[in-house]
Protein backbone atom coordinates (compact mmCIF):
# COMPACT_ATOMS: atom_id res chain seq x y z
CA UNK A 1 0.00 0.00 0.00
CA UNK A 2 1.33 3.25 -0.79
CA UNK A 3 1.64 6.17 1.41
CA UNK A 4 -0.23 8.72 0.31
CA UNK A 5 1.47 11.34 2.39
CA UNK A 6 4.62 8.95 2.06
CA UNK A 7 8.90 10.18 1.32
CA UNK A 8 7.94 12.29 -1.56
CA UNK A 9 5.78 15.14 -0.01
CA UNK A 10 7.97 18.07 0.20
CA UNK A 11 7.83 21.91 0.92
CA UNK A 12 7.36 23.96 -2.01
CA UNK A 13 8.41 27.56 -2.56
CA UNK A 14 8.17 30.13 -5.20
CA UNK A 15 9.33 34.10 -5.35
CA UNK A 16 7.51 36.43 -8.16
CA UNK A 17 8.01 33.94 -10.68
CA UNK A 18 5.56 31.87 -8.47
CA UNK A 19 3.29 34.15 -7.95
CA UNK A 20 4.79 36.17 -5.30
CA UNK A 21 2.89 39.50 -3.65
CA UNK A 22 4.03 42.51 -3.50
CA UNK A 23 3.02 45.63 -1.94
CA UNK A 24 1.51 48.04 -4.38
CA UNK A 25 2.87 51.06 -5.78
CA UNK A 26 1.82 53.84 -3.48
CA UNK A 27 -0.04 51.73 -0.43
CA UNK A 28 0.55 53.39 2.77
CA UNK A 29 0.49 51.44 5.83
CA UNK A 30 -2.57 52.14 8.76
CA UNK A 31 -2.32 55.37 10.56
CA UNK A 32 -1.55 55.29 14.42
CA UNK A 33 -0.01 52.00 13.82
CA UNK A 34 3.56 52.27 16.14
CA UNK A 35 6.36 50.69 16.38
CA UNK A 36 5.18 48.56 19.21
CA UNK A 37 1.75 47.25 17.51
CA UNK A 38 4.23 46.22 14.23
CA UNK A 39 6.50 44.40 16.69
CA UNK A 40 3.34 42.19 18.25
CA UNK A 41 1.79 41.28 14.80
CA UNK A 42 4.96 40.52 13.24
CA UNK A 43 5.51 38.13 16.52
CA UNK A 44 2.27 36.20 15.30
CA UNK A 45 2.72 36.54 11.56
CA UNK A 46 6.24 35.29 12.07
CA UNK A 47 5.20 32.55 14.12
CA UNK A 48 2.63 31.19 12.06
CA UNK A 49 4.63 32.28 8.86
CA UNK A 50 7.68 30.15 9.85
CA UNK A 51 5.81 27.31 12.09
CA UNK A 52 5.19 25.84 8.22
CA UNK A 53 7.79 28.15 6.88
CA UNK A 54 5.56 30.68 5.44
CA UNK A 55 3.64 33.57 6.77
CA UNK A 56 0.10 34.99 7.89
CA UNK A 57 1.35 38.45 6.62
CA UNK A 58 -1.31 40.18 9.27
CA UNK A 59 0.07 43.19 9.49
CA UNK A 60 -1.62 45.91 7.06
CA UNK A 61 -3.44 43.17 6.17
CA UNK A 62 -7.08 42.95 5.71
CA UNK A 63 -9.39 40.00 6.08
CA UNK A 64 -10.22 39.65 3.14
CA UNK A 65 -6.36 39.22 1.72
CA UNK A 66 -6.74 36.00 3.91
CA UNK A 67 -8.30 32.91 2.42
CA UNK A 68 -10.77 30.41 3.94
CA UNK A 69 -11.55 26.97 3.92
CA UNK A 70 -13.88 25.19 6.17
CA UNK A 71 -12.13 22.46 8.63
CA UNK A 72 -15.34 22.19 10.79
CA UNK A 73 -14.78 24.58 13.82
CA UNK A 74 -17.49 24.33 15.39
CA UNK A 75 -16.95 26.13 18.83
CA UNK A 76 -14.38 29.47 17.85
CA UNK A 77 -12.88 31.43 21.10
CA UNK A 78 -11.85 34.82 20.62
CA UNK A 79 -10.05 35.26 24.58
CA UNK A 80 -9.18 32.48 26.84
CA UNK A 81 -6.74 29.58 25.91
CA UNK A 82 -6.41 28.17 22.34
CA UNK A 83 -5.47 25.87 20.13
CA UNK A 84 -4.32 26.41 16.64
CA UNK A 85 -3.80 23.33 14.26
CA UNK A 86 -1.32 24.69 11.90
CA UNK A 87 -1.10 22.33 8.50
CA UNK A 88 1.07 23.23 5.97
CA UNK A 89 -0.04 21.69 2.83
CA UNK A 90 2.52 19.90 0.11
CA UNK A 91 0.91 21.27 -3.27
CA UNK A 92 3.01 21.34 -6.46
CA UNK A 93 0.58 21.32 -9.04
CA UNK A 94 1.03 25.23 -9.76
CA UNK A 95 4.65 24.80 -9.92
CA UNK A 96 6.55 24.13 -14.04
CA UNK A 97 8.84 21.57 -14.53
CA UNK A 98 11.73 24.10 -14.63
CA UNK A 99 10.82 25.26 -11.46
CA UNK A 100 10.18 21.86 -9.91
CA UNK A 101 13.33 20.72 -11.27
CA UNK A 102 15.27 24.04 -9.96
CA UNK A 103 13.52 23.39 -6.49
CA UNK A 104 14.53 19.27 -6.43
CA UNK A 105 10.97 19.02 -6.15
CA UNK A 106 9.13 15.81 -7.36
CA UNK A 107 6.33 16.10 -10.00
CA UNK A 108 3.29 14.59 -8.44
CA UNK A 109 -0.19 16.35 -8.46
CA UNK A 110 -2.52 16.71 -5.39
CA UNK A 111 -2.65 18.01 -1.81
CA UNK A 112 -1.15 16.86 1.41
CA UNK A 113 0.06 17.43 4.28
CA UNK A 114 3.87 18.31 4.77
CA UNK A 115 4.08 19.82 8.54
CA UNK A 116 1.32 19.81 10.74
CA UNK A 117 2.05 21.77 14.15
CA UNK A 118 -0.59 22.81 17.16
CA UNK A 119 -0.01 25.72 18.68
CA UNK A 120 -1.33 26.65 22.28
CA UNK A 121 -2.08 30.21 23.30
CA UNK A 122 -1.87 30.69 27.12
CA UNK A 123 -4.86 31.84 28.75
CA UNK A 124 -3.56 35.39 28.67
CA UNK A 125 -2.15 34.65 25.11
CA UNK A 126 1.27 35.80 26.59
CA UNK A 127 2.83 32.49 25.81
CA UNK A 128 2.70 30.53 22.91
CA UNK A 129 3.48 26.57 23.16
CA UNK A 130 4.32 25.05 19.54
CA UNK A 131 4.25 20.79 19.32
CA UNK A 132 5.31 19.61 15.93
CA UNK A 133 3.09 16.31 15.27
CA UNK A 134 5.79 13.68 13.60
CA UNK A 135 4.67 13.10 9.84
CA UNK A 136 5.56 9.72 10.36
CA UNK A 137 3.32 8.99 13.37
CA UNK A 138 1.44 5.72 13.21
CA UNK A 139 -2.29 6.45 14.36
CA UNK A 140 -5.91 5.89 13.46
CA UNK A 141 -7.20 8.43 11.09
CA UNK A 142 -11.06 8.37 11.61
CA UNK A 143 -13.12 5.81 9.28
CA UNK A 144 -9.79 5.02 7.58
CA UNK A 145 -8.12 2.55 9.58
CA UNK A 146 -4.41 3.03 10.56
CA UNK A 147 -1.86 5.71 8.35
CA UNK A 148 0.44 7.96 9.15
CA UNK A 149 -1.12 11.20 10.34
CA UNK A 150 -0.02 13.29 7.44
CA UNK A 151 -2.31 11.10 5.31
CA UNK A 152 -5.67 12.39 6.87
CA UNK A 153 -5.57 15.38 4.72
CA UNK A 154 -5.63 13.47 1.68
CA UNK A 155 -8.07 11.34 2.43
CA UNK A 156 -10.40 13.93 3.92
CA UNK A 157 -9.18 17.69 3.85
CA UNK A 158 -9.38 19.98 6.76
CA UNK A 159 -12.41 18.53 8.06
CA UNK A 160 -10.19 15.01 8.52
CA UNK A 161 -6.66 16.59 9.48
CA UNK A 162 -8.46 18.39 11.93
CA UNK A 163 -10.53 15.41 13.79
CA UNK A 164 -7.04 13.09 13.23
CA UNK A 165 -5.33 15.73 15.80
CA UNK A 166 -8.17 15.94 18.13
CA UNK A 167 -8.23 12.55 18.50
CA UNK A 168 -4.73 11.67 18.69
CA UNK A 169 -4.08 14.23 21.09
CA UNK A 170 -7.30 14.78 23.27
CA UNK A 171 -7.29 18.75 22.22
CA UNK A 172 -9.65 20.93 21.22
CA UNK A 173 -8.99 22.60 18.44
CA UNK A 174 -10.30 25.97 18.37
CA UNK A 175 -8.93 27.52 15.25
CA UNK A 176 -7.18 26.07 11.80
CA UNK A 177 -4.76 27.43 9.54
CA UNK A 178 -3.61 26.23 6.30
CA UNK A 179 -0.62 27.47 4.73
CA UNK A 180 0.74 26.36 0.89
CA UNK A 181 3.99 26.81 1.55
CA UNK A 182 4.65 28.35 -2.39
CA UNK A 183 6.13 31.67 -0.43
CA UNK A 184 8.99 29.92 1.34
CA UNK A 185 12.22 31.67 -0.59
CA UNK A 186 10.30 34.98 -0.85
CA UNK A 187 9.86 35.16 3.19
CA UNK A 188 13.25 34.21 3.64
CA UNK A 189 14.80 36.55 1.09
CA UNK A 190 12.46 39.47 2.59
CA UNK A 191 13.89 39.03 5.70
CA UNK A 192 17.84 39.27 4.62
CA UNK A 193 18.38 35.27 5.09
CA UNK A 194 18.19 32.87 8.01
CA UNK A 195 21.20 31.97 10.70
CA UNK A 196 21.21 28.32 10.77
CA UNK A 197 23.84 25.42 13.12
CA UNK A 198 24.22 22.13 12.15
CA UNK A 199 26.37 19.87 14.33
CA UNK A 200 26.58 17.53 11.19
CA UNK A 201 27.54 17.83 7.88
CA UNK A 202 24.79 17.73 5.86
CA UNK A 203 24.52 15.98 1.98
CA UNK A 204 21.03 15.78 0.07
CA UNK A 205 21.43 15.55 -3.64
CA UNK A 206 17.66 15.26 -3.39
CA UNK A 207 17.41 19.22 -2.03
CA UNK A 208 20.69 20.26 -3.50
CA UNK A 209 21.80 21.00 -0.13
CA UNK A 210 25.46 20.37 0.86
CA UNK A 211 26.54 22.21 4.05
CA UNK A 212 28.89 21.52 6.31
CA UNK A 213 28.83 21.02 10.40
CA UNK A 214 28.78 24.41 11.70
CA UNK A 215 27.02 27.76 11.17
CA UNK A 216 25.61 29.17 8.27
CA UNK A 217 23.77 32.18 6.54
CA UNK A 218 21.10 30.61 4.47
CA UNK A 219 18.68 32.45 1.90
CA UNK A 220 15.97 31.10 -0.41
CA UNK A 221 16.71 27.53 -1.54
CA UNK A 222 19.02 26.94 0.41
CA UNK A 223 16.97 27.77 3.60
CA UNK A 224 14.05 25.38 1.86
CA UNK A 225 16.39 22.77 1.29
CA UNK A 226 17.82 22.75 5.00
CA UNK A 227 14.16 22.95 6.35
CA UNK A 228 12.75 20.07 4.51
CA UNK A 229 16.04 17.47 4.04
CA UNK A 230 15.64 14.37 5.93
CA UNK A 231 19.41 13.06 5.06
CA UNK A 232 19.89 12.72 8.66
CA UNK A 233 20.26 10.08 11.29
CA UNK A 234 17.01 10.54 12.89
CA UNK A 235 15.36 11.71 9.57
CA UNK A 236 12.00 13.58 10.09
CA UNK A 237 12.67 13.87 13.95
CA UNK A 238 16.08 15.93 12.59
CA UNK A 239 13.83 17.83 10.24
CA UNK A 240 11.32 18.79 12.85
CA UNK A 241 14.53 19.96 14.86
CA UNK A 242 15.80 22.21 12.24
CA UNK A 243 12.15 23.85 11.47
CA UNK A 244 12.08 25.26 14.71
CA UNK A 245 15.43 26.12 14.37
CA UNK A 246 14.14 28.25 11.15
CA UNK A 247 10.80 29.11 12.79
CA UNK A 248 13.01 30.51 15.72
CA UNK A 249 15.85 31.82 12.69
CA UNK A 250 13.13 34.12 11.22
CA UNK A 251 11.10 35.31 14.31
CA UNK A 252 14.77 36.68 15.66
CA UNK A 253 15.15 38.23 12.53
CA UNK A 254 11.65 39.33 11.91
CA UNK A 255 11.61 41.67 14.95
CA UNK A 256 15.25 42.69 14.70
CA UNK A 257 15.51 46.69 14.69
CA UNK A 258 16.36 46.30 10.88
CA UNK A 259 13.06 44.76 9.60
CA UNK A 260 11.12 47.17 11.89
CA UNK A 261 12.49 50.01 11.10
CA UNK A 262 12.95 49.25 7.36
CA UNK A 263 9.78 49.74 5.51
CA UNK A 264 10.34 48.36 2.29
CA UNK A 265 11.45 45.06 3.99
CA UNK A 266 8.58 45.03 6.29
CA UNK A 267 6.32 45.59 3.35
CA UNK A 268 8.24 42.39 1.53
CA UNK A 269 8.02 39.96 4.62
CA UNK A 270 4.09 40.40 4.93
CA UNK A 271 2.95 41.08 1.25
CA UNK A 272 5.04 37.92 -0.34
CA UNK A 273 2.90 35.53 2.31
CA UNK A 274 -0.56 37.18 2.35
CA UNK A 275 -1.62 34.66 -0.45
CA UNK A 276 -0.77 31.36 1.23
CA UNK A 277 -3.30 31.37 4.00
CA UNK A 278 -6.35 30.19 4.89
CA UNK A 279 -8.28 29.88 8.09
CA UNK A 280 -11.15 28.49 10.25
CA UNK A 281 -13.09 30.64 10.89
CA UNK A 282 -13.89 33.20 9.12
CA UNK A 283 -12.18 36.46 10.93
CA UNK A 284 -9.07 36.96 8.85
CA UNK A 285 -6.69 36.12 12.40
CA UNK A 286 -7.23 40.42 12.94
CA UNK A 287 -9.16 39.52 16.47
CA UNK A 288 -6.28 37.19 17.47
CA UNK A 289 -3.05 39.33 16.81
CA UNK A 290 -5.02 42.43 18.64
CA UNK A 291 -5.09 40.27 22.02
CA UNK A 292 -1.36 39.18 21.69
CA UNK A 293 0.70 42.01 23.22
CA UNK A 294 4.06 41.91 24.30
CA UNK A 295 5.07 38.34 23.25
CA UNK A 296 8.84 38.14 22.77
CA UNK A 297 11.21 35.15 21.56
CA UNK A 298 11.57 33.64 25.39
CA UNK A 299 7.35 33.49 25.38
CA UNK A 300 7.37 31.50 22.32
CA UNK A 301 8.02 27.62 23.53
CA UNK A 302 9.08 24.37 21.29
CA UNK A 303 7.87 20.72 22.14
CA UNK A 304 8.62 17.41 20.78
CA UNK A 305 6.38 14.72 21.05
CA UNK A 306 7.58 11.69 23.15
CA UNK A 307 8.11 8.82 21.46
CA UNK A 308 8.57 5.21 22.09
CA UNK A 309 9.66 3.72 18.49
CA UNK A 310 10.89 5.75 15.93
CA UNK A 311 11.61 2.71 13.39
CA UNK A 312 8.58 1.01 13.50
CA UNK A 313 7.39 -1.44 10.45
CA UNK A 314 3.69 -0.91 9.62
CA UNK A 315 1.82 -3.37 8.86
CA UNK A 316 2.13 -1.63 5.37
CA UNK A 317 5.76 -2.26 4.84
CA UNK A 318 6.17 1.86 5.28
CA UNK A 319 8.68 2.60 8.51
CA UNK A 320 7.04 4.95 11.24
CA UNK A 321 6.55 6.22 14.68
CA UNK A 322 5.03 5.15 17.27
CA UNK A 323 4.08 7.88 20.40
CA UNK A 324 5.13 7.31 24.13
CA UNK A 325 0.98 6.96 24.88
CA UNK A 326 1.60 7.93 28.76
CA UNK A 327 3.99 10.43 28.02
CA UNK A 328 2.03 12.05 25.50
CA UNK A 329 -1.09 11.74 27.28
CA UNK A 330 1.32 13.81 29.89
CA UNK A 331 2.78 16.09 27.68
CA UNK A 332 -1.35 17.39 26.04
CA UNK A 333 -2.56 17.74 29.61
CA UNK A 334 0.36 19.79 30.50
CA UNK A 335 -0.58 22.07 27.76
CA UNK A 336 -4.36 22.09 28.54
CA UNK A 337 -3.62 23.05 31.99
CA UNK A 338 -1.70 26.31 30.54
CA UNK A 339 1.34 24.91 32.20
CA UNK A 340 4.67 26.14 31.34
CA UNK A 341 6.34 22.98 29.75
CA UNK A 342 10.02 24.93 29.47
CA UNK A 343 9.70 25.06 33.55
CA UNK A 344 10.48 21.37 35.03
CA UNK A 345 6.94 19.25 35.53
CA UNK A 346 6.29 19.12 39.82
CA UNK A 347 5.52 15.11 39.58
CA UNK A 348 8.61 13.65 40.24
CA UNK A 349 7.87 10.85 38.11
CA UNK A 350 8.75 12.60 35.04
CA UNK A 351 12.47 11.99 36.42
CA UNK A 352 12.48 9.11 38.30
CA UNK A 353 15.73 7.76 36.11
CA UNK A 354 17.79 10.87 37.15
CA UNK A 355 16.91 10.31 40.86
CA UNK A 356 16.69 7.00 41.73
CA UNK A 357 19.02 4.87 43.29
CA UNK A 358 20.06 2.61 40.60
CA UNK A 359 21.87 0.43 43.67
CA UNK A 360 20.53 1.26 46.78
CA UNK A 361 23.58 3.29 47.72
CA UNK A 362 22.79 7.10 49.21
CA UNK A 363 23.73 9.67 46.96
CA UNK A 364 26.43 11.56 47.03
CA UNK A 365 27.54 15.53 45.97
CA UNK A 366 25.84 16.11 42.27
CA UNK A 367 28.65 16.33 39.56
CA UNK A 368 28.95 19.10 37.61
CA UNK A 369 28.79 17.92 33.77
CA UNK A 370 32.31 19.62 32.85
CA UNK A 371 33.76 16.84 35.12
CA UNK A 372 32.67 14.11 33.31
CA UNK A 373 34.28 12.09 30.40
CA UNK A 374 31.87 10.03 28.66
CA UNK A 375 32.23 7.23 26.40
CA UNK A 376 29.58 6.66 23.80
CA UNK A 377 28.38 3.80 22.14
CA UNK A 378 26.10 3.40 19.30
CA UNK A 379 23.59 0.43 20.35
CA UNK A 380 21.66 0.36 16.52
CA UNK A 381 22.18 -0.10 12.98
CA UNK A 382 21.35 4.14 12.47
CA UNK A 383 24.65 5.63 11.22
CA UNK A 384 25.69 8.62 12.21
CA UNK A 385 23.77 8.14 16.03
CA UNK A 386 26.79 7.82 17.98
CA UNK A 387 28.30 10.78 16.66
CA UNK A 388 25.28 13.02 16.89
CA UNK A 389 24.99 11.43 20.91
CA UNK A 390 28.59 12.95 21.01
CA UNK A 391 27.83 16.49 19.81
CA UNK A 392 24.67 16.68 22.10
CA UNK A 393 26.51 15.66 25.22
CA UNK A 394 29.45 17.82 24.13
CA UNK A 395 26.61 20.55 24.36
CA UNK A 396 25.46 19.59 27.44
CA UNK A 397 28.71 20.48 28.72
CA UNK A 398 30.07 16.71 29.12
CA UNK A 399 33.94 15.85 27.84
CA UNK A 400 33.59 13.31 25.51
CA UNK A 401 37.21 12.38 24.61
CA UNK A 402 37.06 9.40 22.49
CA UNK A 403 35.44 8.64 18.93
CA UNK A 404 31.98 6.72 19.17
CA UNK A 405 31.97 3.34 19.07
CA UNK A 406 29.67 0.95 18.09
CA UNK A 407 28.13 -2.35 20.16
CA UNK A 408 28.63 -5.56 18.97
CA UNK A 409 25.22 -6.32 19.33
CA UNK A 410 23.03 -3.67 17.61
CA UNK A 411 19.12 -4.39 18.93
CA UNK A 412 18.94 -1.74 21.70
CA UNK A 413 15.86 -0.55 21.69
CA UNK A 414 16.33 1.70 25.09
CA UNK A 415 19.27 3.83 25.83
CA UNK A 416 21.58 2.53 28.43
CA UNK A 417 24.04 4.44 30.71
CA UNK A 418 26.62 1.77 32.05
CA UNK A 419 28.84 2.97 34.87
CA UNK A 420 31.35 1.40 37.28
CA UNK A 421 30.44 1.30 40.90
CA UNK A 422 32.61 4.31 41.86
CA UNK A 423 30.78 6.58 39.42
CA UNK A 424 27.11 6.86 40.41
CA UNK A 425 27.59 10.17 41.33
CA UNK A 426 28.18 10.98 37.51
CA UNK A 427 25.93 8.79 35.98
CA UNK A 428 23.33 10.19 37.97
CA UNK A 429 23.94 13.76 36.15
CA UNK A 430 24.38 11.52 32.88
CA UNK A 431 20.70 10.90 33.43
CA UNK A 432 19.41 13.79 33.97
CA UNK A 433 20.90 15.16 31.16
CA UNK A 434 19.00 12.08 28.88
CA UNK A 435 15.72 11.63 30.38
CA UNK A 436 14.34 8.10 30.31
CA UNK A 437 17.61 6.46 30.18
CA UNK A 438 18.24 2.98 32.03
CA UNK A 439 20.54 2.74 34.67
CA UNK A 440 22.97 -0.05 35.29
CA UNK A 441 26.40 -0.60 37.02
CA UNK A 442 28.67 -2.59 35.44
CA UNK A 443 32.17 -4.34 36.41
CA UNK A 444 33.70 -3.80 32.94
CA UNK A 445 33.16 -0.08 32.67
CA UNK A 446 36.04 2.73 33.97
CA UNK A 447 33.81 5.36 34.20
CA UNK A 448 30.42 6.04 32.65
CA UNK A 449 29.36 4.86 28.97
CA UNK A 450 26.50 5.69 27.09
CA UNK A 451 25.22 3.19 24.61
CA UNK A 452 22.29 5.07 22.97
CA UNK A 453 19.21 3.11 21.78
CA UNK A 454 16.65 3.28 18.87
CA UNK A 455 15.02 5.52 21.38
CA UNK A 456 17.19 8.28 20.65
CA UNK A 457 16.11 10.11 23.45
CA UNK A 458 16.39 13.90 23.54
CA UNK A 459 19.76 15.34 25.52
CA UNK A 460 18.97 18.13 27.54
CA UNK A 461 22.09 20.24 30.02
CA UNK A 462 21.44 19.01 33.31
CA UNK A 463 20.34 21.38 36.21
CA UNK A 464 23.08 20.54 39.18
CA UNK A 465 22.66 21.94 42.48
CA UNK A 466 25.15 22.53 44.79
CA UNK A 467 26.03 21.10 48.07
CA UNK A 468 23.46 23.23 50.60
CA UNK A 469 21.17 24.68 48.01
CA UNK A 470 17.55 24.11 48.83
CA UNK A 471 16.27 21.46 47.19
CA UNK A 472 14.54 21.89 44.18
CA UNK A 473 12.62 20.01 41.45
CA UNK A 474 14.19 17.36 39.92
CA UNK A 475 11.76 16.98 36.38
CA UNK A 476 14.27 17.77 33.55
CA UNK A 477 12.49 20.41 31.21
CA UNK A 478 9.90 19.33 27.75
CA UNK A 479 10.74 22.18 26.08
CA UNK A 480 12.94 24.98 24.58
CA UNK A 481 12.11 28.53 23.83
CA UNK A 482 12.97 30.60 20.11
CA UNK A 483 15.64 32.25 22.08
CA UNK A 484 17.02 28.56 23.06
CA UNK A 485 17.46 28.06 19.53
CA UNK A 486 18.71 30.62 18.03
CA UNK A 487 22.13 29.57 16.67
CA UNK A 488 24.90 31.41 18.61
CA UNK A 489 27.73 32.63 16.22
Not at 202 to 212: F, H, S, V, W, Y
Not at 379 to 392: F, H, N, P
Request: hydrophobic share 35%; with cysteine.
Amino acid sequence: MRDPGGEDAGVHVGGDAYGGVRLAPGRRRRPGRGAKARRRNLVVSGLLSASVLVGTGVVWATPRQIGTVDAGVTEPVSTGAMNILLVGVDKRDDLTRKQQNQLKLGREVGQRTDTMMVIHLSEDHRKITVVSLPRDTWTTIPGKGQHKINSAYQFGGPRLAKETVEQVTGLSVNRYIEVNVLGFIDVVDALGGVTVCTPVPINDPKTGLALTAGTHELHGAQALGYARTRATARSDLDRIDRQQQVISALLNRALSAGTLTNPAKLADFVNSTLRTIKVDPDDGLTGLVTQMRDVSLDDVAFADVPLKNVDFKAPTGESAVLWDDVAARELFRRIAADEDLVKPAPSPSSSASATAKPTGKPAGEAIPPERIAVTVKNGTLVTGLGARTKEALVAAGFRVPDVPGNTANKDYKKTVIRYAPDREDSARTVAAAIPGAELREAGDVKGVEVIVGTDQPKIQKPAVETPGAKPSSTATPTAKTATQNICKK
